[in-house]
């Protein structure tokens, strides 16, 4: 059974600072993998989509990487600002299965202080 | 930005009621999806659909149901809302199974 972890699960840095976020799965077998933010109270908004046969993905100040064999998952995330502060969520899309439904992890929540 | 949108955005209803949450995407997408996610943890799958007329129960045990008449919306309904159901429900869609997931804002639903 696919499961997905998120460490830390929660982080605050200085405003400016570099981060990293970390994301694991279990079964390597899977199609991709996304990354999400969720502000509170409010859906999900994707930011990265990495196939299986892709390392990175890079969208201005974010870059996510995927070692599939491991089972890992990073969300870099550079010069963090306070509006970067928000719940990020990584989810993978198993194969086979019926639905290809997305697991997700439980998020790590990020605050950036000003 | 995706364009799917769901209605209402919070609703306080009373035990008993009938509700309906809708769920609308402009993309043309054929997947899509209910979770549910109550605070602080994971979303889980209550329900999918592949198309038009099809409709799947999702991992989650979910007392509500699901219509896809057209492509573009995709209600769900709680014949009997009660306490239990308090929750988010977030409806997602995806052009294939296995491409970029879009989510929509989100409906939190208390029932009192």
């Known amino acids: 059974k696919q499961e997905v972890t998120q460490i830390p699960a929660a982080l605050s840095v200085p405003e400016g600072e570099n981060l990293v976020l970390n994301c694991s799965f279990t079964?390597?077998?899977?199609?991709?993998l996304q990354w999400f933010r969720q502000d509170p109270g409010k859906g999900l908004t994707s930011l990265l989509l990495i196939q299986s046969s892709q390392r990175e993905q890079t969208s201005g100040r974010l870059n996510a990487s995927l070692d599939k064999s491991s089972g890992r998952s990073t969300l870099y995330i550079a010069a963090s600002q306070p509006g970067d502060s928000a719940t990020y969520l990584c989810a993978v899309r198993p194969y086979g299965g019926a639905t290809n439904k997305l697991i997700f992890g439980t998020g790590t929540l990020l605050a950036v202080q000003p | 930005e995706a364009d799917i949108y769901q209605t209402p955005r919070y609703l306080v209803i009373g035990t008993g009621k009938k509700i309906t949450l809708e769920c609308s995407q402009t993309?043309?997408?054929?997947?899509m999806y209910w979770y549910q996610q109550d605070p602080g943890m994971e979303l889980h799958l209550i329900h999918y659909s592949y198309g038009v007329n099809s409709t799947e129960k999702g991992d989650l045990s979910s007392e509500s149901t699901v219509s896809r008449i057209r492509t573009e919306h995709f209600p769900l309904t709680l014949e009997s809302a009660r306490p239990s159901h308090t929750s988010q429900y977030l409806c997602?869609?995806?052009?294939?199974?296995?491409?970029?997931?879009?989510f929509g804002q989100g409906t939190r639903l208390t029932v009192v």
């Open positions: 079964d390597s077998a899977i199609y991709n």
């Open positions: 993309m043309g997408h054929d997947k």
């Open positions: 997602a869609s995806s052009l294939q199974p296995n491409t970029e997931a879009f």
